[in-house]
């Protein structure tokens, strides 16, 4: 090796090492606080609301937003959030608004940031009209105190946690994320997501649950609905007591479609690459194919129909005596 190139190399450690012992240095002062980085700062604004309202619309943008019951029955409006990059607190129309409100630089948006935004909106326990929600990188979390006529959640990425229930539809959307879904009532129910799990447990949907999924998990627990209606491209499906009035319709490219102690009138289903496995609670009539699997079903001529297809997986389902 050339003495200019062993130089350069030893200048390079000596540098490496100066530079680490002093983060290290400025990092103890700091208590290893790395929100200490950051250079965008956070404030915190609380806005009361004392006019009437029935319905709530959130739109952000990086903000986590939280609904909590209000103990002592006022309204209220908690806004962990960047300057210049506020949100806008009102009632308009009978409709509770929190809307962001950026008035940054272009170059302001440039920086370290290792803060988080925060909505937590405080309301007293009970009904309400419509709640909408649109958020772009955030979590969203609706606790069991409220009901409301119907809600809307689109976030494009962070997790969505509902146990409020709806006289209507329920209807919740995401990108990257998981959907958490329990105890409550809908008339129906759509869940999307593109990569993530869902998870939906004591939930009586008087309509179709509808769930569609491209890359994650499915887990059904303790569900009542009229049909379950369920697409995914990767991800098995776990059905445990769930129990549909008239359908069962589910596709899977790859993923296995599990059945415990699950029924509904009518089952349909479509793999290309899982194992269709489990109990039913009724005799049907089974109508099933698979290219390269074994199948293994009751022989019945009485019941509703379940036909399942397959190109790669067993089949190997029974019904409960």
């Known amino acids: 090796m050339k003495a200019g190139v062993k130089i350069w190399l030893i200048t390079a450690a000596a540098l490496t090492l100066i530079g680490g012992i002093l983060f290290g240095g400025m990092m103890t002062l700091m208590s290893w606080d790395f929100t200490k ?68 630089k272009w170059y302001e948006h440039i920086g370290i940031n290792f803060g988080a935004p925060k909505i937590t909106v405080s309301i007293p326990r009970g009904e309400y009209g419509t709640l909408s929600i649109t958020s772009g990188t955030g979590d969203t979390e609706i606790p069991d105190a409220f009901r409301f006529e119907s809600i809307s959640i689109k976030e494009s990425t962070g997790h969505v946690r509902n146990y409020a229930s709806a006289s209507g539809s329920i209807t919740i959307k995401t990108s990257t994320g998981a959907i958490r879904v329990g105890s409550l009532h809908a008339s129906s129910l759509d869940l999307s997501v593109t990569t993530g799990d869902v998870t939906v447990s004591d939930v009586t949907c008087d309509g179709d649950l509808a769930i569609r999924v491209s890359t994650g998990k499915t887990y059904l627990e303790n569900i009542a609905c009229k049909n379950l209606i369920s697409t995914g491209s990767t991800g098995r499906i776990s059905l445990k007591n769930v129990i549909a009035a008239e359908k069962f319709s589910m596709e899977r490219s790859t993923g296995d479609v599990i059945f415990d102690q699950s029924d509904a009138a009518e089952i349909l289903v479509k793999t290309n690459t899982g194992d269709v496995i489990g109990t039913l609670l009724s005799e049907k009539v089974f109508i099933t194919r698979s290219d390269t699997g074994h199948i293994t079903v009751p022989h019945s001529i009485t019941g509703g129909r379940c036909q399942i297809t397959t190109d790669t997986g067993d089949i190997t389902v029974s019904v409960l005596s």
Request: charged letters at 35%; a negative charge.
């Open 37 to 104: 980085l950051s250079t965008n700062q956070y404030e915190t604004n609380e806005h009361r609301i004392t006019e009437e309202f029935r319905s709530i619309l959130i739109r952000t943008d990086t903000a986590d937003i939280k609904l909590v019951p209000s103990e002592d029955g006022t309204v209220s409006v908690v806004c962990h959030e960047q300057e210049k990059c506020r949100h806008e607190v009102k009632v308009a129309d009978g409709t509770l608004v929190i809307e962001r409100n950026d008035t940054r």
